[in-house]
C-alpha cells in the first residue's frame, strides 16, 4: 500500500505544473488540455479586469497568477495556436518586467516611455482578437477579449468592492490561484490530467473531489502544484486517487 501510494503521489503532484512536451496536437478540440487550461487562463485575466489599478498589492499577486495560468495553456498549445500564445504571453510578461520595474504602480509604468511604448504596441495587435476567436471557434469558450492590454490600461476605473485589504499584500512566492472548494480541486485535476496525460473518467473525478471536499483547502493545493505539498496533503490525495481507482492505472 505504502509503494502504491507513494507512485500516487508522484503522479498527482511530480507534473501538474510541468505539463508534457510529447504528442502535441495540430489543432485544438472542445475538453482537451489545452482548452481546459486556456479556460483556466482566461477566468484568471478576467479576475483582473476587477482590479483597482492604483492597488498595487493586488496587481503584483494576481498578475503573475495570471502569467502562470497562461504559461501553462502556451505549454499545451496546438501547433495552430501556438506562436500567437506565445507572442501573447510575452507581451504580458513585458508588462509584467515593466511593472516590476516601476515597483508595481501601474500610472507611473503606463506614463513612461517603456510603458507607453508597450501598451500602444498591445493596442495596435491582433493577436489577442485571434487568440479570442480561436478559443471560441475550438474550444467553444465565450471570450471578452481577456488580453494583456484589458489588464492594464491605464483609463481603467475602479469598482467600489476594488479596495484593498489588509491581507491584501503580496507573498515572497506568488502562486497559481486555484480558488477554494470543489472549483479548487476540478482545478487541481485539470492539471493532473494535464501533467499525467491522462482523462479522468466523469466517475472519477466526482469521487476525487467528493473524497477531498472536506479534506483540503484550495491554499494547500496551490502548495502542491508549486511542489510544497504537506506530508498531511500527499496523504489525501494519495488515498483519494486510490479509493476511486485511479493510482495504478498505466
Do not use: H, W
Not at 17 to 31: I, L, R
Not at 62 to 78: C, E, F, G, R, T
Not at 136 to 157: A, M, R
Not at 224 to 243: H, K, R, T
Amino acid at each position: 500500500m505504502r509503494t502504491q501510494l507513494g507512485l500516487t503521489v508522484l503522479l498527482v503532484l511530480g507534473l501538474t505544473a510541468c505539463g508534457s512536451s510529447d504528442g502535441v496536437a495540430a489543432t485544438a478540440k472542445q475538453g482537451d488540455a489545452f482548452c481546459k487550461l486556456a479556460q483556466s487562463a482566461k477566468e484568471d485575466n478576467d479576475a483582473l479586469d476587477k482590479i483597482d489599478v492604483t492597488d498595487s498589492a493586488k496587481i503584483k499577486l494576481q498578475l503573475p497568477a495570471a502569467i502562470d495560468s497562461l504559461s501553462a495553456a502556451v505549454d499545451k498549445a496546438p501547433k495552430d495556436i501556438a506562436d500567437t500564445a506565445k507572442q501573447l504571453l510575452t507581451m504580458e510578461e513585458l508588462v509584467e518586467k515593466l511593472l516590476k520595474d516601476n515597483n508595481f504602480d501601474m500610472v507611473k509604468m503606463a506614463n513612461s516611455t517603456e510603458g507607453k511604448k508597450a501598451l500602444d504596441a498591445i493596442d495596435k495587435s491582433t493577436l489577442p482578437d485571434e487568440f479570442d476567436k480561436y478559443l471560441s471557434d475550438k474550444c467553444g469558450i465565450e471570450t471578452s477579449n481577456t488580453t494583456p492590454s484589458d489588464t492594464v490600461g491605464p483609463d481603467d476605473t475602479a469598482g467600489p468592492d476594488d479596495t484593498a485589504g489588509p491581507d491584501d499584500t503580496a507573498g515572497s512566492g506568488d502562486t497559481i490561484d486555484l480558488g477554494e472548494g470543489e472549483a479548487a480541486i476540478n482545478k487541481f485535476l485539470d492539471f493532473y490530467e494535464l501533467g499525467t496525460g491522462t482523462t479522468l473518467t466523469p466517475e472519477q473525478r466526482s469521487c476525487i473531489v467528493s473524497e477531498l471536499s472536506d479534506k483540503v483547502q484550495g491554499t494547500e493545493l496551490n502548495d502542491a502544484v508549486n511542489g510544497n505539498a504537506s506530508p498531511e496533503l500527499e496523504q489525501a490525495l494519495g488515498l483519494a486517487f486510490i479509493d476511486c481507482k485511479v493510482a495504478g492505472q498505466s
